[in-house]
Nanobody
């Protein structure tokens, strides 16, 4: 069983930046992919970015060129650097890990609000 602890959300002005962090209690060897999803009010949860154990990445079209996902296997932590934030980026952001066993775990979510 794994637990995820997210941090870094908050209120930021349009054009600003934030970095989200998600620390996983699972061993780095057992983790295949780590990713970030978001859910805005009244909308379905959507993929933001994902990074595999080989560090290949995939981004939603809406965040390409603005967001960067990275992972530190020594710390079992995944990061999401968000630049040039827009009001439409406002959502609850969730961390997700996919274990090699096939199990999936979600974080509790962290609120990101982009507003002037």
């Amino acid at each position: 069983q794994a637990q995820l602890v997210e941090s870094g959300g908050g209120l930021v002005q349009p054009g600003g930046s934030l970095t989200l962090s998600c620390a996983a209690s699972a061993s780095a060897f057992s983790i295949y992919a780590m990713g970030w999803y978001r859910q805005a009010p009244g909308k379905q949860r959507e993929l933001v970015a994902v990074i595999s154990s080989a560090r290949s990445t995939n981004y939603a079209d809406s965040v390409k060129g603005r967001f960067t996902i990275s992972r530190d296997n020594a710390k079992n932590t995944v990061y999401l650097r968000m630049n040039s934030l827009k009001p439409e980026d406002t959502a609850v952001y969730y961390c997700k890990i996919d274990l090699r066993s096939g199990l999936v775990y979600w974080g509790q979510g962290t609120q990101v609000t982009v507003s002037s």
